[in-house]
């Protein structure tokens, strides 16, 4: 594959940038080359600077569920612009993707706007802090509730891939106050709240984990969590910025039938612009300003062109049948990929929930961050370079998930399969 302009890009990126990206798992570290550079995006398909052409499966990351520029999208931000771009007062678009949210998910009674999934979390576990008057926090190794401070403990995502566990430059009085737990263990989690029954403030967890690969939750480990919680004062906060619209129009916590005091959301209801937020009960969003004493604020926050395309984004999604496509064209690519490797020399393990899957190099079954981290990356490594060569564009790290979107068809899919089919039948050789 010619990626002569983008290797020419990434060069000069690199001496502007900070390994010429803007986050670090674009600089396909994990799996070397070099990134293509995008210069367009349509439906299930991205461009890059050389003309290449590839499916895509990372979506940016989960916001594009309704696939590249989708015109509906595409038509309300043209109107949108035209309006104006940012005003620092209120409007009415932000009272409509609230009810959106708040009638698709009925724990948020209330929702505030940020700009990143980064900036939920950040806000939602201050909010949870001044709630409760506790400072702890449990999170589960292989998480990844973005960047702040307290958080960059025993992180997934790029942190994993990158094995950083822990960031330089988070101050270990912040760090002491987080605790970190195994993904899917309700005795760890039992045995924190025992040792500290009074300073934990909340438990934050991906209620299907997505960042160390995919990772479900075993039957009834949310519910163990919501029980934990409310003996011992803390709060629940499912951090659904990846699964929030995309497991299902409710998230995880309609699917499990999970009330939790506050939910995390990004990427979806921003509909391709930056967007995060975070909602739950009104007797504790109630503590926020100006309203309560917890502050946090933004001078782009609730933005009238992100709240319009969320806002178009979701009325898409709330139409009748379409989480039963998604699921189909998920399962074909499950299916399609079970049946290659089940002609394979050796075991892989496919773990999907919805439209997010990965597939871990390891025979063995994958429940939390220590058994993914068996898999084998630099198989993972070559894996992903077959299928760029072959026009498939896979997230560029093992502890990652795909994300299908609306746009990809059964032709997408097909092509993908026997993408794969060369991809493994190469590295079996
Ligand atoms: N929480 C989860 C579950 C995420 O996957 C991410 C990012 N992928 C974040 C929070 C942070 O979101 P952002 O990158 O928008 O800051």
Same mark, same amino acid.
């Given at each position: 594959?010619?990626?002569?302009?983008?290797?020419?890009?990434?060069?000069?990126?690199?001496?502007?940038?900070?390994?010429?990206?803007?986050?670090?798992?674009?600089?396909?570290? +994990?799996?070397?080359?070099?990134?293509?550079?995008?210069?367009?995006?349509?439906?299930?398909?991205?461009?890059?600077?050389?003309?290449?052409?590839?499916?895509?499966?990372?979506? *940016?990351?989960?916001?594009?569920?309704?696939?590249?520029?989708?015109?509906?999208?595409?038509?309300?931000?043209?109107?949108?612009?035209?309006?104006?771009?940012?005003?620092?007062?209120?409007?009415?678009?932000?009272?409509?993707?609230?009810?959106?949210? *708040?009638?698709?998910?009925?724990?948020?009674?209330?929702?505030?706007?940020?700009?990143?999934?980064?900036?939920?979390?950040?806000?939602?576990?201050?909010?949870?802090?001044?709630?409760?008057?506790?400072?702890?926090?449990?999170?589960?190794?292989?998480?990844?509730?973005?960047?702040?401070?307290?958080?960059?403990?025993?992180?997934? *995502?790029?942190?994993?891939?990158?094995?950083?566990?822990?960031?330089?430059?988070?101050?270990?009085?912040?760090?002491?106050?987080?605790?970190?737990?195994?993904?899917?263990?309700?005795?760890?989690?039992?045995?924190?709240?025992?040792?500290?029954?009074?300073?934990?403030?909340?438990?934050?967890?991906?209620?299907? +984990?997505?960042?160390?690969?995919? &990772?479900?939750?075993?039957?009834?480990?949310?519910?163990?969590?919501?029980?934990?919680?409310?003996?011992?004062?803390?709060?629940?906060?499912?951090?659904?910025?990846?699964?929030?619209?995309? &497991?299902?129009?409710?998230?995880?916590?309609?699917?499990?039938?999970?009330?939790?005091?506050?939910?995390?959301?990004?990427?979806?209801?921003?509909?391709?612009?930056?967007?995060? +937020?975070?909602?739950?009960?009104?007797?504790?969003?109630?503590?926020?300003?100006?309203?309560?004493?917890?502050?946090?604020?933004?001078?782009? *926050?609730?933005?009238?062109?992100?709240?319009?395309?969320?806002?178009?984004?979701?009325?898409?999604?709330?139409?009748?049948?379409?989480?039963?496509?998604?699921?189909?064209?998920?399962?074909?690519?499950?299916?399609?990929?079970?049946?290659?490797?089940?002609?394979?020399?050796?075991?892989?393990?496919?773990?999907?929930? +919805?439209?997010?899957?990965?597939?871990?190099?390891?025979?063995?079954?994958?429940?939390?961050?220590?058994?993914?981290?068996?898999?084998?990356?630099?198989?993972?490594?070559?894996?992903?370079?077959?299928?760029?060569?072959?026009?498939?564009?896979?997230?560029?790290?093992?502890?990652?998930?795909?994300?299908?979107?609306?746009?990809?068809?059964?032709?997408?899919?097909?092509?993908?399969?026997?993408?794969?089919?060369?991809?493994?039948?190469?590295?079996?050789?």
């Amino acid at each position: 594959m010619n990626l002569r302009r983008s290797q020419e890009l990434f060069e000069e990126a690199q001496r502007y940038i900070p390994g010429g990206v803007d986050s670090p798992v674009r600089a396909f570290k +994990a799996v070397g080359g070099t990134p293509p550079f995008i210069v367009r995006g349509q439906g299930s398909r991205i461009f890059d600077a050389d003309g290449n052409e590839f499916i895509d499966y990372v979506c *940016s990351w989960g916001p594009l569920i309704l696939g590249h520029s989708h015109p509906k999208v595409v038509e309300a931000i043209k109107q949108a612009v035209e309006r104006g771009t940012t005003f620092g007062a209120p409007t009415e678009l932000e009272i409509t993707l609230a009810k959106m949210i *708040s009638a698709a998910i009925p724990s948020i009674e209330m929702v505030r706007f940020v700009n990143s999934g980064t900036e939920a979390t950040m806000s939602a576990l201050r909010l949870a802090r001044g709630f409760t008057g506790r400072d702890k926090i449990v999170k589960f190794a292989g998480g990844y509730h973005g960047h702040a401070d307290g958080l960059l403990v025993k992180g997934g *995502s790029g942190l994993a891939t990158l094995s950083l566990p822990n960031s330089p430059g988070v101050p270990e009085s912040y760090a002491q106050n987080t605790l970190v737990a195994p993904y899917n263990s309700t005795e760890a989690v039992t045995q924190l709240f025992r040792h500290y029954p009074k300073d934990i403030a909340a438990v934050i967890i991906e209620p299907v +984990a997505a960042n160390m690969g995919v &990772v479900p939750p075993k039957p009834g480990f949310l519910d163990d969590l919501r029980r934990l919680t409310s003996e011992y004062g803390a709060l629940l906060i499912l951090d659904e910025v990846i699964t929030g619209f995309r &497991v299902a129009y409710g998230g995880v916590q309609t699917v499990y039938g999970i009330t939790p005091d506050l939910t995390c959301l990004g990427k979806i209801i921003g509909g391709g612009l930056p967007v995060g +937020a975070y909602g739950g009960k009104r007797e504790i969003m109630e503590m926020m300003a100006p309203v309560g004493p917890v502050y946090q604020a933004g001078t782009l *926050s609730g933005n009238p062109l992100a709240m319009t395309a969320g806002i178009e984004t979701l009325k898409v999604l709330n139409q009748p049948g379409v989480y039963e496509r998604l699921e189909k064209t998920s399962a074909r690519l499950e299916e399609g990929i079970a049946k290659v490797v089940s002609s394979l020399n050796f075991k892989l393990n496919i773990s999907r929930f +919805a439209s997010l899957l990965t597939v871990f190099f390891t025979a063995e079954p994958v429940v939390d961050y220590e058994s993914a981290a068996q898999a084998n990356t630099k198989l993972f490594g070559k894996f992903f370079q077959q299928l760029l060569a072959q026009g498939i564009y896979w997230p560029p790290s093992q502890f990652e998930a795909t994300f299908t979107s609306l746009a990809h068809s059964e032709e997408d899919i097909q092509c993908t399969v026997e993408a794969i089919d060369m991809a493994l039948s190469h590295l079996q050789n």
